[in-house]
Nanobody, 123 residues
Framework: QLQASGGGLVQAGGSLRLSCAAS????????MGWFRQAPGKEREFVSA????????SYATSVKGRFTISRDNAKSTVYLQMNSLKPEDTVVYYC??????????????????WGQGTLVTVSS
């Protein structure tokens, strides 16, 4: 089970931090990530992190603004979002997989998805 939180309303240029708590006791064995989806559009990869946190991956659209991290002791993954733009207004989903497909590509595959959390950036 993946429980995302931290979404909300923020002005353009502001920051938010999303959190995703996992109930899986083997959390430290999982690659974790974030996707997002706007209404009527396909889900878009945002960022991912390896099981040990040593390797991260970002979509071009968020590189330099977003930072993914994890705390295996708390079974939680975070997405720090800075310099937010109105186009970042979408629902964000937390994902997990022990062996994600296409790691390092622009669209890796993750098998487990949590519920979304809405981020709204006002201009």
């Amino acid at each position: 089970q993946l429980q995302a939180s931290g979404g909300g309303l923020v002005q353009a240029g502001g920051s938010l931090r999303l959190s995703c708590a996992a109930s899986e006791r083997t959390f430290r064995q999982y690659f974790m990530g974030w996707f997002r989806q706007a209404p009527g559009k396909e889900r878009e990869f945002v960022s991912a992190i390896s099981w040990n946190g040593y390797t991260t991956s970002y979509a071009t659209s968020v590189k330099g603004r977003f930072t993914i991290s994890r705390d295996n002791a708390k079974s939680t993954v975070y997405l720090q979002m800075n310099s937010l733009k109105p186009e970042d207004t979408v629902v964000y989903y937390c994902v997990a997989d022990q062996f994600p497909t296409g790691w390092g590509t622009s669209n890796p595959g993750f098998g487990s998805w949590g519920q979304g959390t809405l981020v709204t950036v006002s201009s």
